[in-house]
């Protein structure tokens, strides 16, 4: 069975930088796509940053050029490094992966979340 484990969301201060994990276990044939999308309370979950395999990172324009997302397939890790955190990043932060399994059933998984909160 797969599970998206996240770590290392916090409390920071405005200006700081957080750094998040997410790692895939369970067995599987393929990462198509992993990324990390956020939600606000009273808002709706929104994309972050995204990387399919292969392929080029997307990202959200509110968080273009301080948050970096960067991956070690072999290890089936995704990261998110954030810097210059901003009160308005506050949220909670899910994993999110696109894979395919043995059997070739191809599935979203999301983790079970990580809180992050910028203080000002």
């Known amino acids: 069975q797969v599970q998206l484990v996240e770590s290392g969301g916090g409390l920071v201060q405005a200006g700081g930088s957080l750094k998040l994990s997410c790692t895939a276990s369970?067995?599987?044939?393929?990462?198509?796509?992993m990324g990390w999308y956020r939600q606000a309370p009273g808002k709706q979950r929104e994309l972050v940053a995204v990387q399919p395999a292969g392929a080029d990172t997307t990202y959200a324009d509110s968080v273009k050029g301080r948050f970096t997302l960067s991956s070690d397939r072999v290890e089936k890790t995704v990261y998110l490094q954030m810097n210059n955190l901003k009160p308005e990043d506050t949220a909670v932060y899910y994993c999110?992966?696109?894979?395919?399994?043995?059997?070739?059933?191809?599935?979203?998984?999301w983790g079970r979340g990580t809180q992050v909160t910028v203080s000002s």
């Open positions: 369970g067995t599987m044939l393929s990462i198509n796509r």
């Open positions: 999110n992966a696109d894979i395919t399994s043995t059997n070739y059933y191809r599935r979203n998984y």
